[in-house]
């Protein structure tokens, strides 16, 4: 088996379509030189070796030694120097790399090869005593950490005590002898706390290293990042080993990274940051504030430190052509890493850029002017999840903005929270939920953030940190997760200890709210005023694209008449499920809901019943008229009775009072309508079929309703009457002939003709396996798919909390049933239904309209059933409608 891979020197065994094998950095590497970019030799180690490593007890392939032997020849005969010589060694730089990226996830060491007695002759052939022992006590503190186990700090606290003694700020002001004598200190320190001496043999650090880089595989932060982002366990990491470029040279040597356009508004221009005299992390780290690489980036920054282009014209120049090359090569956008040793431009990373939703949109619809895609690409590139963060609220540009700090953009979007200042704070007090019974919005605020708080960033709404620049792992992991980020808004002084966070004189503690403006960097005092989302501009285009592509029909579940503009305001092409019931919860209607359930015989409920009808009728005619003609289902009374029952005694004299009746018999009344397990209780169709006169009155109202609002707007409406968790067609039809009767009855009364059909959910297991008989009657079918789920499983989904999360974690259901639907069992329960369906009526029109409606991957399974619509919640409508699109492709 060929478990190494070489690449460099105009020339590579493997290519950016090795991605699995070589892993995303590896093969990117490898398609780099293999075009003829300047990327430093080396070779790759396969993800195989990784599956290898963890299947056999921790051990390697036997040819492995053989084949990285030979690859060390690889890179030594094209740089002319040789690993662990006296004379003029090869160092190396060990890197590790997935198929996804997992940024900062694990650790890369530089420098490697580096000894006594090999920095003595890097010293000498640079003629730069100071640059080999920067790189050597770099090596010691990177492998110390990384291989051996010696935490970092313990070298950083060496360094600045260093420091403090020299009267310096800057490593960089550190010179030759001080880096000799820290180097020594590093090395006493290692032995000090190993028992054994830091070890010299190039070989046995090379053999360290990649043993590192294979275990880092299965540490705690990569595990939580692969389960926070779906990345599977089995896919292993490659491990690259590189020659060593120097970016510490000296004023001619520079560090480097940059994407080929802004990934915070998408727009065509080089932006980046680099460092002069610097190594690795160092840009990224926020050890030195790094400077920008274009002029035009500096100038508008209003940074005093020369930008790239003009310090290094020629590299600038190059750079820029490169980067231009690499987008134009891989079509998209590209996050690059680069070192300039001694002028000389040297590539070392590329991979396509991570980007704020709104920069994905941009840069895809860009590309397509430009031609470098087509539209269909475009559409295929938005993850339609990320819409999400464009359909949250901003911060009203009329509100008044009490300014505390100005940080930097660096991931759009505003947020408003409780200030945490830890990742466990985080999880905790968002773990809480406010009077509104919703989680806790929270902003973490930290000097940096670094991988340990990845499921902190996650729970919370916003991300503040005081130091590091737009490449920083805040901001980078921030833009991922499309969460707004400020970073490096350094007027804030965070004290940790006192759980303070203090600007100009004024002093934050845990707990107090705070907005934070992700788009321009402001962070500000208390709540502001928000304003919600709309479509426009790359984004409308991007979803026009997207409407000319997809099939199905979009709808929204609403019945309030926000809801519905909203909808329409987003797309929305009817409305897919009204649920009546929730206009029945409005303080004004609730006493006469109750009366109507507490009613002794039918003369009693009908008078509740005669109170209600208005209330509905004005309900479905503004729905009627804000729809304008489009579609709209009504669902009619499906929740249980359970639910409406009062229950404390005010509640129960108030009711009591309106019907003129005595409480103590209300109270009998209410506890025998009480039920064990009211979602498989009295409720849906049941009702109606109990009460017939609900469905009449809810009938009238929706037919009333329509004959009002066609003669206000001149539009016909198009009405459709669903009746819910029906068994079979005899519930159905006993319901649709009430409903039947009444449109006659109502079109007699005005005289007009009523537009109507009557459908069903398919919600109930035994309904779906009856679909067949019920399309008899039935015009329509829509599933409602949580109740499905629920009777499908045999789980509630109210309880369901406790124990679901088991059976994802431990691999015995793929995903969440009710997030994503559960193809295998429910799933096929809807493909009999439509089969059966559509068996007996052809054209059957078949909808979605359980939560799955707004799920992506829910939305491809509709697809491939073969619905006709799916409806969901009205703020998901965009992300429906590009991943209904894109469930054709
Ligand atoms: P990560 O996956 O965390 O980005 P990398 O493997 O890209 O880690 O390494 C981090 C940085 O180390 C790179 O951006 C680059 O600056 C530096 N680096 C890695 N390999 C080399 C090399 N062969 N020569 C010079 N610098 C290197
Ligand atoms: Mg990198
Ligand atoms: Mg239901």
Known sequence: ???????????????????????????????????????????????????????????????????????????????????????????????????????????????????????????????????????????????????????????????????????????????????????????????????????????????????????????ARAITYRKLNHIPEDWGTAVNVQAMVFGNMGETSATGVAFTRDPSTGANRLYGEFLVNAQGEDVVAGIRTPQPITEAAREEGKVDAPSLEARMPEVFAEFRETARKLEAHYRDMQDLEFTVENGKLWMLQARSGKRATKAAIKIAVDFVKEGVITKEEAVARIEPASLDQLLHPTIDPKAERKIIATGLPASPGAAQGEIVFSSEAAEEVAGRLDEDKKRKAVILVRAETSPEDISGMHVSAGILTTRGGMTSHAAVVARGMGKPCVSGAGSLRIDEKAGTLTVGGKVFRAGDVITIDGSTGQVIDGAVAMIEPELSGDFATLIGWADEIRRMKIRANAETPDDARAALNFGAEGIGLARTEHMFFDEARIVAVREMILADDEAGRRKALAKLLPFQKADFRDLFEIMKGLPVTIRLLDPPLHEFLPHSDEDIAEVAAAMGADSEKLRGRAQELAEFNPMLGFRGCRLAIAFPEIAEMQARAIFEAAVEAERTTGEAVTCEVMV?????????????????????????????????????????????????????????????????????????????APFLGHYVQKKLLPFDPFVTIDREGVGELVEIAAERGRAVRPKIKLGICGEHGGDPASIEFCEAVGLDYVSCSPFRVPIARLAAAQATL
Not at 94 to 112: E, K
């Open 724 to 800: 819910p968790l029906v068994v079979g067609r005899p519930d159905f039809d006993f319901v649709k002939a009430r409903i039947d009767a009444m449109a006659k009855a109502v079109e007699e009364e005005t005289g007009a003709k009523i537009k109507y059909q009557v459908g069903t959910m398919i919600e109930l297991p035994r309904a779906a396996l009856r679909a067949g008989d019920i399309a008899e009657t039935a015009e329509f079918f829509s599933f409602g798919t949580n109740d499905l789920t629920q009777t499908g499983l045999g789980v509630s989904r109210d309880d369901a």
């Open 1 to 219: 088996t060929k478990w190494v891979l070489t690449f460099g020197g105009g020339k590579a065994e493997g290519s950016a379509a090795m991605r699995d094998l070589l892993g995303g950095k590896g093969a990117n590497l490898a398609e780099m030189a293999a075009i003829g970019l300047p990327v430093p030799p080396g070779f790759t180690i396969t993800t195989e070796v990784c599956t290898h490593f963890y299947a056999n007890g921790r051990s390697y392939p036997a040819e492995l030694e053989q084949q990285v032997a030979k690859g060390l020849e690889h890179i030594e005969a094209i740089t002319g120097r040789k690993f662990g010589d006296a004379e003029n060694p090869l160092l190396v730089s060990v890197r590790s790399g997935s198929r996804a990226s997992m940024p900062g996830m694990m650790d890369t060491i530089l420098n490697l090869g580096l000894n006594d007695r090999t920095v003595e002759a890097i010293a000498a052939g640079a003629d730069n005593r100071r640059f080999a022992y920067d790189s050597y006590r770099r090596f010691i503190q990177m492998y110390g950490d990384v291989v051996l186990g010696v935490d970092h700090y313990v070298f950083e606290e060496i360094l600045e005590a260093l420091k403090e003694e020299k009267g310096v700020t800057e490593d960089t002001e550190l010179d030759a002898e001080d880096l000799v004598a820290l180097v020594a200190s590093y090395k006493a320190k290692v032995e000090e706390e190993l028992g054994e001496p830091f070890p010299q043999d190039p070989k046995a650090q090379l053999w360290g290293a990649i043993g590192a880089v294979f275990s880092s595989w299965m540490n």
